[in-house]
């Protein structure tokens, strides 16, 4: 939610700063913006994190042959593809190209979302249950990313509709960085976590 | 879109017309119709699609987790978040709430209105949590005629045990540090105020949620809620789980936005080393809240997953592992224990060194200790488990690495005691309540040492041993504390004066009825009484029925506190509170009691330490146009 704020700021201390300029106290706000961020991204991690450990304490480095590799991969490919195009979104905007920013973030939706149609076929043909040691850790894992997925598309698409309405520029983007940044961060717990832990190990 | 209409210093428009008190209410009312809205439509939809898949539609527990994860929204949106935030996502312009006396119902993003709403939430949670304590006693003080039976004792403890683990964990941060920490570092809020406004109406479905699980059957599993009983039980160890989720993330965007505020909002020349050492309390506190109570939060949800989804992270019949909930849980709830009292501590020295009139003694050294613990924190957890079965060589390093943060513990107590040294001490209530915080954490403190040894912990552990070492160190370190705050800044935050003689009173009553109620369960502890049952053996009843006595004065003890409160804020006997009433020189002192919108007239910059009392020469703070402090004791209204 951090992701939107940037205009109107957290609150006062960004306009407050304008309003006083004779001693201004504060560094400028995306400073602020940023940190608050890392700091979020920092946290949610450790979500990951303990998911993972409990990965290897239930079921060690076991793993059913059943699972998709090809689906997972096919999986991989697609959100690091997203991940690219979300870049691509910010670089856009960066140089005033509003076009070419709404062109890549659309992009960026439409393979978050073939993203969880294909967990969704994972998950429909999982030749095993959530009830046994793997399962439980492939269930659990997948959906943490998939909920946190789904929380990035839900910024993503808002930013969009912002930037269709004519909000951001070049000098004015901290949403689009911040909602492409969460969006990096989903992407990274998926190819560093979730996908060695479950697929891979 | 581009301007901020939250900022709290812009002229605002008188109301219309007089707030009524029945307008006071309507955003609350507004977030209760919007929550029910939510949690219709998401229980609604889960019934939808289970008929849908062939299933039974109604699954309590399912249904009741997807309708609050949908009302949980509607909540928040609907007391406040959807016009002061929400509206701005959508591009639509943001709506100012309201500026008068009906802001402390409403989401106000006013750093000092959303630490009285913790301190009021928290201090009404504390005396429900104080009344089951009550109630347990009541039932202890005989081992049969209770009154309670043993179901509903355990409901009765693990509600206690995490009504006072919340307070313990949101009244000193979430109140003082909302309210004091901007102030201290002479910024005029706090870093993302609409988040912070957010972490508080969090709370509120915290505890409803609390409460409502009573009418679910409860949940007997205490707060540690350990599976496999938490897996197994009423459907009220749902609710709870939910409430928690909830509470933890609220503690993480609080410690987040602690952080971000104390890094990067601090006034010109407020370097690190200048820092009060309060601000440096909550600093190290805000770190764990940020990381670590995502451990809480994963445990808790591991164990609904469970519940609700057919996982087994914990069965052990389909290869779960319970020790393995044990391992989450402490990994957060032991660093827990330092989010009480690292707060407290900082407040305790910050009082020490005000009322000592003494620059604060070792100030460096009492930083490195809450660095020190914060660091130390992450490695020690399992010495809640030595007798859990858990893998041998895991016993020695654990209890090397908590006996090590005895060392940071220790510096903070040399600070502590060094500036009392020779110290010309003002015996006013804050000082009392300070000074009682540093006797009790020591008796708290030493009997840890045979909790961390595994020797002796073999035979304490789980005893009420353990129960009187962790009050003493929460109610004896963390709440003393709490009051010693309360009466040093309750002048700043109301602009009264308490009455010093009800105050006094007060400290002596609680300090006699704690110490004596408490070391009483040391010697039951010793004598194997084990915690959590509703009964016990019949020799011990002499020794519990006089714990149970002194655990009622203890209560009463409160009501000279009540009576101060009520008498200062509602009676109106009270004479008005100078703006600086102690002579102290830190930066909340240099405003107006209380401080205006924006806290200070003119931006403060700092040159020097805030507590080098009778160094000649020294400054702490310069308000541009107003003066410096040490100079000024009435003249910034």
Redesign the interface.
């Given at each position: 939610?951090?992701a939107?704020?940037r205009?109107?700021?957290?609150?006062?201390?960004?306009?407050?700063l304008m309003?006083?300029e004779a001693?201004p106290?504060?560094?400028a706000k995306p400073?602020?913006d940023r940190?608050?961020l890392w700091?979020?991204i920092?946290?949610?991690s450790?979500?990951f994190l303990?998911?993972a450990?409990?990965r290897f304490?239930?079921?060690g480095l076991d793993r059913p042959e059943e699972v998709n590799l090809p689906l997972g991969l096919t999986l991989t490919v697609d959100l690091l593809l997203s991940s690219l195009l979300s870049y691509r979104a910010v670089t856009k905007i960066r140089t005033g190209d509003r076009p070419g920013f709404l062109a890549a973030l659309a992009a960026t939706i439409v393979l978050g979302v073939l993203f969880i149609g294909g967990v969704a076929m994972e998950w429909a043909s999982a030749e095993f249950?959530?009830?046994?040691?793997y399962?439980?850790a492939f269930?659990?894992m997948t959906?943490l990313h998939v909920s946190h997925l789904l929380s990035g598309l839900v910024v993503l698409v808002?930013v969009y509709?912002?930037g269709r309405?004519g909000?951001f520029s070049a000098d004015?983007h901290w949403g689009v960085t911040a909602a492409v940044r969460y969006w990096t961060f989903v992407d990274a717990m998926w190819l560093l976590v979730v996908f060695p832990t479950l697929y891979l190990l | 879109?581009?301007?901020?209409?939250?900022?709290?210093?812009?002229a605002r428009p008188a109301p219309a017309s007089p707030p009524t008190p029945a307008s006071a209410l309507v955003p609350i009312a507004r977030g209760l119709i919007w929550a029910l809205v939510g949690f219709a439509a998401g229980a609604g939809v889960t019934s939808l699609a289970r008929a849908a898949a062939g299933l039974e539609p109604w699954s309590l527990e399912l249904n009741f987790t997807v309708g609050y994860a949908v009302a949980l929204p509607g909540w928040l949106f609907g007391v406040g978040v959807w016009e002061r935030?929400g509206r701005?996502?959508?591009?639509r312009p943001?709506a100012d709430g309201p500026t008068d006396r009906r802001r402390y119902l409403a989401f106000s993003?006013d750093h000092k209105v959303i630490g009285i709403q913790y301190l009021v939430t928290f201090f009404g949670l504390f005396f429900l949590g104080g009344a089951l304590a009550m109630l347990i006693r009541w039932q202890l003080m005989s081992p049969t005629n209770q009154p309670l039976d043993a179901g509903a004792y355990n409901n009765v403890m693990s509600l206690h045990g995490i009504v006072m683990i919340a307070v313990a964990v949101a009244s000193v941060v979430g109140g003082f540090g909302n309210y004091f920490v901007p102030l201290l570092i002479?910024?005029?809020?706090?870093?993302?105020?609409?988040?912070n406004a957010l972490s508080y109406w969090l709370v509120p479905p915290v505890a409803v949620l609390l409460l409502l699980s009573l009418a679910f059957g409860g949940w007997d599993s205490g707060w540690t809620a350990y599976p496999p009983l938490s897996v197994r039980n009423a459907s009220g160890q749902v609710l709870f789980n939910l409430a928690i989720i909830t509470f933890g993330l609220s503690s993480?965007l609080g410690g987040?936005?602690f952080?971000?505020t104390i890094?990067?909002?601090r006034?010109?020349g407020m370097t690190w080393g200048r820092l009060p050492i309060f601000v440096w309390g909550i600093f190290a506190t805000s770190w764990i809240a940020?990381?670590?109570?995502?451990?809480f939060?994963?445990?808790l949800l591991?164990v609904l997953?469970d519940r609700i989804?057919?996982?087994?992270?914990f069965e052990a019949a389909?290869?779960?592992?319970p020790l393995?909930y044990q391992?989450?849980f402490w990994f957060y709830s032991h660093p827990a224990v330092y989010i009480f009292v690292m707060p407290g501590f900082g407040l305790t020295l910050e009082v020490i060194a005000h009322f000592s009139r003494k620059p604060l003694f070792a100030y460096r050294w009492a930083v490195a200790g809450f660095l020190g613990i914060l660091g130390l924190s992450g490695i020690v957890w399992a010495h809640h488990m030595f007798v859990a079965g858990m893998p041998g060589e895991l016993l020695a390093p654990i209890l090397v690495s908590t006996e090590l943060i005895s060392i940071p513990t220790g510096l903070i107590f040399l600070s502590a005691l060094g500036t009392l040294w020779m110290g010309r001490l003002w015996l006013r209530a804050p000082m009392l309540f300070a000074l009682g915080m540093v006797f009790n954490f020591l008796i708290g403190g030493v009997t840890g040492i045979f909790l961390a040894d595994v020797p002796t912990d073999i035979g304490l552990h789980d005893t009420y041993f353990v129960v009187a070492h962790f009050h003493y160190t929460i109610i004896g370190g963390e709440i003393f504390a709490l009051f010693a705050g309360l009466y040093y800044w309750f002048p700043k935050m109301t602009g009264r004066m308490y009455s010093e003689r009800l105050a006094k009173a007060h400290f002596w009553l609680m300090f006699l009825g704690f110490n004596a109620t408490f070391l009483a369960m040391f010697w039951v502890g010793l004598h194997g009484m084990n915690r959590r049952i509703f009964t016990y053996p019949i020799d011990l009843q002499g020794p519990n029925l006089v714990t149970s006595l002194f655990g009622f004065f203890l209560g009463i003890s409160f009501l000279p506190f009540l009576w101060n409160m009520a008498r200062t804020l509602l009676v109106r006997r009270a004479e008005p509170a100078p703006a600086n009433p102690w002579a102290a020189r830190t930066l909340e002192w240099q405003t107006s009691s209380p401080p205006p919108p924006?806290n200070f007239v003119?931006?403060p910059?700092i040159d020097g330490h805030p507590y080098d009392y009778g160094v000649p020469g020294s400054v702490h703070a310069i308000l541009?146009g107003v003066g410096a402090t040490g100079t000024l004791t009435e003249g910034t209204r």
């Open positions: 939610m951090t939107l704020t205009p109107a700021g957290g609150g006062g201390a960004g306009a407050a309003v006083h001693h106290p504060h560094p400073a602020i940190l608050g700091l979020f920092a946290s949610e450790m979500l303990t998911l450990v409990a304490y239930l079921a249950g959530p009830g046994t040691p399962g439980t269930f659990s959906g808002l509709r912002l309405r909000s004015d | 879109m581009s301007d901020d209409v939250h900022t709290v210093g812009e935030w701005e996502w959508f591009g943001v993003v002479g910024a005029r809020d706090m870093a993302f105020p609409r988040l993480i987040l936005n952080l971000v890094i990067h909002m006034a010109p940020l990381i670590f109570t995502q451990f939060a994963a445990a591991m997953l989804a057919g996982t087994s992270f389909t290869g779960g592992a393995l391992h989450i924006e003119a931006d910059v541009p």
